[in-house]
């Protein structure tokens, strides 16, 4: 089966978050079972650098794509099967994928992912002959108009999937930009990418496509609410009979505790006092005291979303109690401003690093006792997931993708020895100072500490069950479709 993939992001080439993780790992996994996937993504100016020692065909070229020349490669990364798009007027700029220095939005953005998802549906309809693909499979609102072009321009029989994988992300512009998309005039109806008077990438995408999914059960669940479809319920309802929930897993390859290159000391669920040096490491890097108060660490953009607001009021209550935290992230500049101003206040007991660095988190997961994920919504998350593995407990909003990874440590689950971490369920104040309370009450009794980090060392946390779950539904749509 060959499966063209269509995303913005894709570890380890770009990222800025779960996506390009998911990105990257899944066509690994899916080779496993038989799935011959190719992904499409943007040539940034760091994706084309990295490109740049590579053998890579060129398998078409654009004199006017949107404006602009391109070309697209084949060529494969770290055994991922790509094509990139290299449009330099497009993707070759300063700043990240989406926003420039100043970290706003590049004007353009519908332009320049209404070309990626162009080229994408071009792929569907056999624009590269020796490779066509029996189903498409896009990722959030940076891919969300290749449904629109396969239908409208160039693979109607090609079935299609849409992973939703935050829909707050919705790519909602002016309906004015209609005019330069390249699609008929029938595709600005409810039925095809017109979302309350303006064009919907996302909405067109979820609408086209011939399943939705999303990256966990309960979020597949909260969607159909107002809260959380964030006006998308209604067409999610209207839907229902299509749209899955499917949990990301990790690649445990990478994140292996045992042999992770990034930490100071590997270590296993039958050897967790290797974890000890990895938390000295970690005092050192941050500046933090040496004492038996437990870390807490926090790996996150900074957002409202994320629940960071309550963390910077709550620094004061981790520290009475003993307790150390550190912090690796960026995002609203309030935000970062409130987190080192705490840090301030408590030199040695809070460490806040406003910045992306990979390996720090991989030391961060390696060497904290527990990781915080305040989430007000949390379509999977990915943080939980590698902190059970490195042995670090997860303390979570009972929310999307992290109820569905954690288990509470309630009195069944820890009589039946299954805890592996803390859920609470309101995401306010109160709650998130209730739950650092349990931790703290658990924190003083080791044995059951360390059965609750054990628990979590040995929970599945790989790809292998997920990927099941897409192949079935791949070939579901390909049979579907009469193919
Ligand atoms: P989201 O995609 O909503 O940002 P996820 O938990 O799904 O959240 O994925 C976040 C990913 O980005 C994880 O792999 C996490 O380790 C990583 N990450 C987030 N912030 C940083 C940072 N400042 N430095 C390094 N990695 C980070």
Redesign the pocket.
């Given at each position: 089966m060959k499966v063209l993939s269509v995303a913005s992001e894709i570890?380890p080439l770009v990222?800025?978050?779960?996506?390009?993780?998911?990105a990257g790992a899944l066509p690994l996994v899916l080779a496993k079972q038989n799935v011959e996937m190719r992904s499409l993504l943007p040539g940034y100016t760091p994706v084309m650098q990295k490109m740049s020692s590579v053998r890579k065909a060129k398998v078409a070229e654009f004199s006017d794509l949107f404006g602009v020349k391109a070309k697209l490669y084949a060529c494969t990364y770290e055994g991922l099967s790509l094509f990139v798009l290299d449009a330099p007027a497009f993707f070759q700029r300063d700043g990240g994928p989406y926003t420039a220095k100043d970290g706003k939005d590049f004007p353009d953005n519908w332009k320049r992912f209404a070309a990626l998802s162009h080229v994408g549906a071009q792929i569907a309809g056999g624009l590269v002959e020796k490779w066509v693909p029996d189903l498409v499979h896009m990722h959030d609102w940076q891919a969300g108009l290749t449904p629109a072009y396969m239908r409208y321009r160039f693979a109607p029989d090609t079935p299609s999937m849409m992973t939703v994988?935050?829909i707050a992300f919705q790519g909602q512009f002016g309906a004015d930009i209609f005019a330069e998309l390249d699609l008929p005039a029938e595709a600005f109806s409810m039925h095809g990418i017109e979302y309350y008077g303006d064009v919907g990438y996302l909405k067109g995408g979820m609408e086209i496509a011939d399943a939705v999914t999303t990256?966990s059960p309960t979020y597949a669940r909260e969607i159909f609410s107002p809260e959380f479809g964030m006006g998308l319920e209604g067409l999610i309802r209207a839907r229902a009979d299509v749209v899955h929930g499917i949990v990301?897993g990790i690649d445990t390859d990478i994140w292996n505790p045992e042999t992770d290159p990034l930490i100071a000391a590997n270590f296993s669920a039958s050897k967790l006092k290797g974890r000890a040096e990895n938390r000295a490491a970690l005092e050192a890097h941050f500046g933090l005291d040496i004492d038996d108060g437990p870390i807490f660490c926090v790996?996150?953009?900074l957002t409202w979303?994320?629940g960071m607001d309550l963390l910077a009021d709550l620094t004061g209550e981790i520290v009475h109690r003993g307790g150390k935290l550190v912090v690796?992230?960026?995002g609203d500049k309030a935000l970062e401003g409130a987190l080192l101003a705490a840090a301030d206040r408590h030199a040695g007991r809070v460490g806040v690093?406003i910045?992306?660095?990979?390996p720090?988190?991989h030391l961060m997961?390696a060497g904290s006792d527990a990781i915080l994920?305040p989430?007000r919504f949390?379509?999977?998350?990915?943080?939980?997931l590698?902190a059970l593995r490195y042995g670090c407990v997860p303390v979570v909003a009972r929310t999307g993708?992290l109820n569905d990874t954690v288990i509470d440590a309630n009195t069944a689950a820890l009589s039946a020895g299954v805890a592996t971490g803390f859920q609470f369920s309101s995401v306010t104040h109160d709650g998130l100072r209730l739950a650092l309370h349990r931790v703290f009450d658990t924190w003083e009794e080791p044995k059951m500490w360390a059965a609750m980090q054990k628990n979590g060392m040995r929970a599945d946390v790989s790809w292998e069950r997920s990927a099941s779950q897409y192949v079935d539904l791949y070939q579901k749509l390909i049979s579907a479709r009469g193919h």
């Open positions: 570890f990222k800025t978050g779960g996506l390009a993780d998911v994988h935050n990256v990301n790996i996150s953009r979303q994320k690796l992230g960026s690093s910045n992306y660095d990979e720090l988190s997961q994920i989430s949390e379509p999977c998350g990915l943080t939980q590698y993708g």
